[in-house]
């Protein structure tokens, strides 16, 4: 049987997308920008979604939080591929300014073992939220002051849904 790469490819990713995801722990931080994207999953999916200030200064490190929620009645689990759970080892987040351009994202990119395995998944329980505190700087170039949309955007990877856009200013 001769399988092109493009049908193998397709193949993990669709391996992945079946694949539930989570981990457990608590975060009671209440922050300014924050989304809540529950209303964009299904009833089997968990959740993304980012927290951050409204308003930094430029040369901040823009600290953000990331949550994988779990709304469902089931323990789900998730790859911590292309997620802020392995650092910034992939480019997990599209990050605009008002006019739309896209940040440019400085840091690494690896490639990765599809399926992934057993050992770089977490396990959400019911209900059950984990998060992880993140620095933008340490994978994005902010060279001008404004307004910042910032989208977390590898759902089809991580099996996490991609959940709501933010907003911060950088002074």
Do not use: W
Not at 88 to 96: A, K
Not at 138 to 158: D, H, M, W
């Amino acid at each position: 049987m001769n399988i092109s790469i493009y049908a193998m490819t397709a193949l993990a990713a669709g391996l992945v997308l079946s694949a539930s995801c989570q981990q457990t722990g608590k975060t009671n931080e209440t922050e300014a920008a924050s989304a809540d994207s529950v209303a964009h999953s299904s009833d089997t999916t968990l959740v993304a979604s980012l927290q951050a200030k409204p308003l930094y200064e430029l040369k901040d490190s823009i600290s953000v939080l990331f949550t994988v929620q779990n709304p469902t009645d089931d323990t789900l689990r998730f790859t911590q591929y292309h997620t802020p759970f392995e650092g910034f080892i992939s480019n997990f987040l599209t990050i605009t300014d008002a006019s739309g351009a896209e940040v440019s994202y400085i840091g690494a990119m690896t490639k990765r073992i599809m399926p992934p395995p057993a050992d770089t998944y977490h396990t959400v329980a019911p209900g059950a939220q984990d998060s992880v505190r993140f620095s933008l700087a340490k994978g994005y170039r902010f060279e001008k002051p404004g307004i910042y949309t910032l989208q977390y955007n590898s759902g089809a990877i991580s099996g996490i849904s991609n959940g709501s856009p933010i907003k911060i200013e950088l002074k």
